[in-house]
T-cell receptor, first 113, second 113 residues
Framework: DAGITQSPRYKITETGRQVTLMCHQTWSHSYMFWYRQDLGHGLRLIYYSAAADITDKGEVPDGYVVSRSKTENFPLTLESATRSQTSVYFC????????????FGPGTRLLVL | DAKTTQPPSMDCAEGRAANLPCNHSTISGNEYVYWYRQIHSQGPQYIIHGLKNNETNEMASLIITEDRKSSTLILPHATLRDTAVYYCIVRVASSSNTGKLIFGQGTTLQVKP
């Protein structure tokens, strides 16, 4: 199916464990983004990528690692999960022209115990 | 990117037009106004964007004042499914711009039967 997908949709993990959230898009969009959404903070940018093998930090990158070996995939890894990383995570993508809009995935709900 | 100000909440009767205001008094000449919405538990969804002229698509109309310091998103015939948080975002549209979005608190629109 065309579009942007995230997996898993729901995840429960324990403090200290490594967790990887997957994001896949079928449009061959250049840019991809990871946001987290928490009550009282709205959506905040974690990391973004302008193309394969090009990534950069957003507003709240600490505790997260990203990679982009293929254009269509942009995984987000929590190397050692903490309770403060309990959140809803959204992946987004957009094309390379100036006005193109972002398309968001359905989100991953992560609970860190 | 310019800061935006939106009312925290609004109500609208089903079938009536919903007019959502946004102030962006510090907008620059090369900044576009974008509107996204987020229905509960879903990822944000693009609605419409514009620079100077009024814009219309199948979802909504965007009215931008002549001085570009404010805009109004119009949902012509609101339905219960339009109940969501609506975000007004101002950003530079440039191919060299990452396109990262700065989400404020938005306006929670409640459409009532």
């Amino acid at each position: 199916d065309a579009g942007i997908t995230q997996s898993p949709r729901y995840k429960i993990t324990e403090t200290g464990r490594q967790v990887t959230l997957m994001c896949h898009q079928t449009w061959s969009h250049s840019y991809m983004f990871w946001y987290r959404q928490d009550l009282g903070h709205g959506l905040r940018l974690i990391y973004y990528s302008a193309a394969a093998d090009i990534t950069d930090k957003g507003e709240v990158p600490d505790g997260y690692v990203v990679s982009r070996s293929k254009t269509e995939n942009f995984p987000l890894t929590l190397e050692s999960a903490t309770r403060s990383q309990t959140s809803v995570y959204f992946c987004a993508s957009r094309g390379g022209t100036s006005q193109e809009t972002q398309y968001f995935g359905p989100g991953t709900r992560l609970l860190v115990l | 990117d310019a800061k935006t100000t939106q009312p925290p909440s609004m109500d609208c009767a089903e079938g009536r037009a919903a007019n959502l205001p946004c102030n962006h008094s510090t907008i620059s000449g090369n900044e576009y106004v974008y509107w996204y919405r987020q229905i509960h538990s879903q990822g944000p969804q693009y609605i419409i964007h514009g620079l100077k002229n009024n814009e219309t698509n199948e979802m909504a109309s965007l009215i931008i004042t002549e001085d570009r310091k404010s805009s109004t998103l119009i949902l012509p015939h609101a339905t219960l499914r339009d109940t969501a948080v609506y975000y007004c975002i101002v950003r530079v549209a440039s191919s060299s711009n990452t396109g990262k979005l700065i989400f404020g608190q938005g306006t929670t629109l409640q459409v009532k039967p």
